[in-house]
């Protein structure tokens, strides 16, 4: 079975650019969770839907930050203007349900030069 | 100035010795506690989950301990194998929303 998708898995940009981070859930899994990755924080959550609604989007850094959840099987993550502290593992997860176990992706590496 | 990450706690073990990871929680509404693994390059995989009304579960070869008067978990991992090493991550979950700790970054030697 396949797993959650990420696209792309690594990117690097330049300072500015527009960033935009997608996210294929598993078939039947009504949450997704968008996570950010880094040595200095850790993961962090940023936002997560729940029947493609968003529920919680605290997490966001700032307002350069936007996620969308068209469909069930469609999620993107974007950065406009992306910056250098932008830099991160970003990650995509699914679940049955909000208290379920979470299916990671793989990640998508960001480098913003 | 030179940038300082997350300090993760470390544990070395032997292969074929017992590990226990531990995890220090906040918030004492969650209702739900993930371990996951983490190998270099890889999301962070399910291991093992417990609800806050048991303090104890068993998986194969591993065992999560609840102590929610200190607010603690603990994973315990049986006959440690080098596949085992890996960063290790509990999470705790109020409302939907799962928070993970720092990470312990455990390594096996053969």
């Known amino acids: 079975d396949a797993g959650v998708i990420q696209s792309p898995r690594h990117e690097v940009t330049e300072m500015g650019q527009e960033v935009t981070l997608r996210c294929k859930p598993i078939?039947?899994?009504?949450?997704l969770f968008w996570y950010r990755q880094t040595m200095m924080r850790g993961l962090e959550l940023l936002i997560y839907?729940?029947?493609?609604?968003?529920?919680?989007d605290s997490g966001m850094p700032e307002d350069r930050f936007s996620a969308k959840m068209p469909n069930a099987s469609f999620s993107t993550l974007k950065i406009q203007p992306s910056e250098p502290r932008d830099s991160a593992v970003y990650f995509c997860?699914?679940?049955?349900?909000?208290?379920?176990?979470?299916?990671f992706g793989e990640g998508s590496r960001l480098t913003v030069l | 100035g030179e940038s300082v990450g997350l300090h993760l706690p470390t544990l070395s073990v032997q292969e074929g010795d017992n590990s226990i990871i531990n995890c220090a929680y906040s918030?004492?509404?969650?209702?739900?506690f993930i371990w996951y693994k983490q190998e270099s390059g890889k999301g962070p995989q399910f291991i093992i989950d417990?609800?806050?009304?048991?303090d104890k579960r068993q998986g194969q070869r591993v065992t999560v301990l609840l102590n929610k008067t200190v607010k603690h978990l603990s994973l315990q991992i049986a006959a440690t194998q080098p596949g085992d090493s890996a960063v290790y991550f509990c999470?705790?979950?109020?409302?939907?929303?799962?928070?993970f700790g720092d990470g312990t970054t455990l390594t096996v030697k053969p």
């Open positions: 997860a699914s679940s049955l349900g909000v208290t379920g176990e979470l299916f």
């Open positions: 417990i609800r806050s009304n048991m």
């Open positions: 839907f729940n029947n493609n609604v968003p529920i919680d």
């Open positions: 918030n004492s509404a969650s209702d739900y």
């Open positions: 078939s039947g899994h009504n949450s």
């Open positions: 999470a705790e979950t109020n409302a939907g929303k799962s928070t």
